[in-house]
């Protein structure tokens, strides 16, 4: 990408045709816990029990029972007192008081191709996506700025950056997109383990970084922040007798959507809040308070003072 700048131009450019008039009233938005939502999005799987909901660490021993291997990487403490992150996650792990953390979320049913997913999380009704319907219900929160961006740069960290500049813009819903390429980035469809500490870093730092900054622009009380994936990875082996052969399997591998995570600060968030459980066994399914991608997306309209289906909301995680 160009400069900043340069980005933010582009950006903004048609935003007049963007900014029309909202199709609700802000006085419906008395309730209203924040005005704008970053969604940070990570395509490709990104592993649950490897990430924000460890289970007990295993290294690897060839010949292992496949059935064992959930979380490849010690598990450290974060900012919130029983709340714990796989190494790698330090920085995310200090914001975390910042936050609340879903680990009971349930992916769609069928297939799990990724084009399915995406548009599962994504779409809502004609709109292609659902943070692009917010946004016209609601319109801008400033004419010159656009109501909804979505920013995919080659680094995700840059991608964060801007998405902070667009909410100091005005712009009222910003997805940043890590990007997606087959079996590349978190496509892990082997080495796993081995992959996972560069794509740890290559999330860690920004969003923590994120967070922190409109902390200290005074800007997160009003922004809801939320980092998901479209699915979360297991073991590839399967069976109840497989086993680990050799390092390239080692890790997780296969597409899964019996659980995954959501991280959201900020905006009407409960700070500190743990909601759902997994299984500390294969398959680590959830066994508590599972949600799903509409409970979600319910529950962002809801922060932002929209109207959201009775019983959808997770009110648990919020403030």
């Given at each position: 990408?160009?400069?900043?700048?340069?980005?933010?131009?582009?950006?903004?450019?048609?935003?007049?045709?963007?900014?029309?008039?909202?199709?609700?009233?802000?006085?419906?938005?008395?309730?209203?816990?924040?005005?704008?939502?970053?969604?940070?999005?990570?395509?490709?799987?990104?592993?649950?029990?490897?990430?924000?909901?460890?289970?007990?660490?295993?290294?690897?021993?060839?010949?292992?029972?496949?059935?064992?291997?959930?979380?490849?990487?010690?598990?450290?403490?974060t900012a919130v007192t029983g709340i714990r992150f796989t190494q790698g996650l330090e920085q995310i792990a200090s914001v975390m008081d910042?936050?609340?953390?879903?680990?009971?979320?349930?992916?769609?049913?069928?297939?799990?191709?990724?084009?399915?997913?995406?548009?599962?999380?994504?779409?809502?009704?004609?709109?292609?996506?659902?943070?692009?319907?917010?946004?016209?219900?609601?319109?801008?929160?400033?004419?010159?700025?656009?109501?909804?961006?979505?920013?995919?740069?080659?680094?995700?960290?840059?991608?964060?950056?801007?998405?902070?500049?667009?909410?100091?813009?005005?712009?009222?819903?910003?997805?940043?997109?890590?990007?997606?390429?087959?079996?590349?980035?978190?496509?892990?469809?082997?080495?796993?383990?081995?992959?996972?500490?560069?794509?740890?870093?290559?999330?860690?730092?920004?969003?923590?970084t994120l967070i922190r900054r409109l902390e200290a622009r005074g800007l997160l009380e009003r922004t809801l922040v939320v980092l998901a994936?479209?699915?979360?990875?297991?073991?590839?082996?399967?069976?109840?007798?497989?086993?680990?052969?050799?390092e390239r399997h080692f890790g997780l591998h296969a597409h899964f959507a019996g659980a995954g995570c959501v991280l959201l600060f900020g905006?009407?968030?409960?700070?500190?809040?743990?909601?759902?459980?997994?299984?500390?066994?294969?398959?680590?399914?959830?066994?508590?308070?599972?949600?799903?991608?509409?409970?979600?997306?319910?529950?962002?309209?809801?922060?932002?003072?929209?109207?959201?289906?009775?019983?959808?909301?997770?009110?648990?995680?919020?403030?």
């Amino acid at each position: 990408m160009n400069n900043r700048r340069e980005v933010l131009k582009t950006l903004c450019a048609g935003a007049a045709s963007l900014g029309a008039a909202p199709l609700v009233d802000a006085s419906s938005r008395l309730c209203a816990k924040a005005d704008a939502v970053i969604f940070l999005w990570i395509p490709g799987g990104l592993p649950h029990t490897e990430t924000f909901d460890p289970k007990p660490h295993v290294a690897f021993k060839e010949g292992m029972p496949a059935r064992e291997m959930l979380t490849t990487w010690p598990s450290i403490p974060t900012a919130v007192t029983g709340i714990r992150f796989t190494q790698g996650l330090e920085q995310i792990a200090s914001v975390m008081d910042r936050g609340a953390l879903i680990r009971s979320l349930v992916g769609a049913s069928g297939p799990l191709l990724h084009a399915a997913h995406q548009r599962h999380w994504m779409e809502a009704g004609d709109e292609k996506h659902f943070g692009a319907a917010l946004a016209r219900q609601m319109g801008p929160r400033n004419t010159d700025a656009p109501a909804y961006v979505c920013i995919e740069d080659s680094d995700f960290a840059s991608g964060c950056d801007y998405a902070l500049a667009m909410i100091e813009c005005g712009a009222r819903f910003i997805q940043v997109d890590y990007g997606y390429t087959p079996f590349e980035k978190w496509d892990t469809h082997e080495y796993g383990h081995r992959r996972l500490p560069a794509l740890k870093r290559s999330i860690d730092a920004p969003v923590a970084t994120l967070i922190r900054r409109l902390e200290a622009r005074g800007l997160l009380e009003r922004t809801l922040v939320v980092l998901a994936s479209e699915f979360s990875r297991a073991p590839l082996c399967e069976g109840s007798n497989a086993t680990v052969s050799d390092e390239r399997h080692f890790g997780l591998h296969a597409h899964f959507a019996g659980a995954g995570c959501v991280l959201l600060f900020g905006g009407g968030v409960r700070r500190g809040a743990l909601f759902g459980r997994t299984a500390d066994t294969h398959p680590s399914i959830v066994i508590e308070n599972p949600v799903s991608v509409a409970d979600v997306r319910a529950t962002i309209a809801f922060a932002l003072g929209l109207s959201a289906p009775e019983g959808a909301v997770i009110r648990g995680i919020l403030s």
